[in-house]
């Protein structure tokens, strides 16, 4: 068992059986405090609200009886499947099996799904043997479509959306593996099991994740179709409700604009991040100041230049990243706002964001909240998967929800709700090492935590990119896909760490050396390109003490009966 920063834990099984029965166990009855559970090729990775609650989950979890049957739901998944992938003779060579053999050999055994994870939708399916067992493809395609049966070492899986990718590509199916408007969005869940059918044809089950264009006569000849018509009633529809709805019209989005509140969670096993606004702590305050509750929507806005014009008297307050804010009346005449206070947008004003004297972002919160529809559980915007809103563009209307009766703007505190950015020009980040800190000597380990990190201009919400002198590995190979949170620092084989924010992929096939402390995320958020970072190796909760918090050590303490990028 291994410490993954200060509320997460990394447990080790000896196999897949292992894997799904803790999977299970964890799911059937949650512990105290438990967040999420994401199961991997040989781990399962357990979250928690905080460290208290990760040291009592790790206890217990090591006098569970993983002897039992598991309880995951599976159904059986009937995939329709045409084989004339451009990989499927390079599968052929690489097994020693004919072009048909494959075809047999991937359509006679029954498939379960075992972990979801590098995209919402996408499952990796384990079979019954290793007839079909081949390596990734030395060089990933930039872009596979939706719907590709794949192989890579003993998993296969199906493309949900169209994507970059290095599997070997087999044969497509048309099954929706991601809907966001079923009841259960994923048609493939852990614990499923998938049989692929070979057939000449497929039968298309509903519009593509690309859209399609018209096909019939008279939509391609420019005819109104009843589809068509009934688009643009709905869309005079909803400029007739916006048009009469409280809220602000975007001008101008700046740099990057998003609607976020604190995120989705409890979603990672079907490739869902938790999403949410990167700095939660000037989020909060915002909402604080506008007499909001903490979860209520913003706007989370990266190196300014959002400008939004009111539709209806609004109450603001901005918070994060400090910068002038101007506030615009229709008669031209223009004041200046103070930072971390309550103020009035009237009707028809123009609010705009200058460019942050220091940090990145800052957070727009609106009295009564943001009031656009949950999806999952939340209104955050997740750029790596497409869920939630759209990023915001100029035209694009948000609206705002009626505030309660009991709504009181809060009055600032201090200068921390002017911005939790950082005020150096290094800024120091703690880390717990590992859960794979072993993959890497004690010179790699100090040449983490003694040097300056530079973040490039490539990073994003995805994760932040980090310059400076190469980390080596003192081991080779490839590591089995694992999970991953929110302030891993992943190395890749170009030893330039990448630092995940909030919307990462939920599992990773590179070692994590180690994880931003859970109460540094905010400084993390508010570093721009250009800026520094300093790393700052802290004992893992316990670690002194509980022989369950062994991080980078390589020693296994699992349940009592266990043994010790992706695409």
Known sequence: MRAVGSRAILIELSGMDEVLALKSALTELPLPGQVDVLAAAETVMVTADSTVAIRSIAEQIQHLDLTGSTTLDDTLRVIETVYDGEDLDAVAELTGLSRDGVIEAHTAQIWTAAFGGFAPGFAYLVGENQRLEVPRRESPRTAVPAGSVALAGNFSAIYPRQSPGGWQLIGRTSARMWDLDREQPALVVPGNRVQYKAVRQLVETGASDEGNEPTQEEGASGKETAS???????????????????????VSPGAQSLIQDLGRFGYADLGVSEAGALDSGAMRTANRLAG?????AVIETAMG????????????????????????NPDGMVRSIPMGAPFALLDGETLTLGAPTRGLRSYVAFRGGIDVP????????????????????AQSFVPVAKAPPTSVVGIPRTPDDVVTAAERESVQLNI???????????????????????????????GIRLDGTPLERSRQGELPSEGTLAGSIQIPPSGMPVLFLADHPVTGGYPVIGVVAHEHLDRAAQIPPGGRIRFHAVAAPDEDTSSA?????GEAAGPADADETET
């Open 228 to 250: 068509q018509a009934s688009a643009t009633t709905e869309g005079s529809a909803v400029r007739e409700r916006h048009e009469s709805q409280s809220g602000v019209r975007v």
């Open 292 to 296: 909001n509750g903490p979860n209520e």
């Open 305 to 328: 230049g959002l400008s939004v014009t009111a539709q209806g008297d609004q109450v603001l307050a901005v918070a994060g990243a400090p910068s002038d804010l101007k506030i615009r």
């Open 374 to 393: 949950l999806v999952l559980g939340s209104r955050a915007t997740d750029t790596m998967s497409g869920i939630g809103p759209e990023p915001l563009a």
């Open 432 to 462: 717990v090492l590992g859960p794979r800190a072993d993959w890497f000597d004690q010179p790699a380990i100090d040449s983490l935590t003694g040097q300056e990190w530079e973040v490039t201009a490539k990073s994003s919400r995805v």
């Open 549 to 553: 918090n062994t991080a980078g050590t």
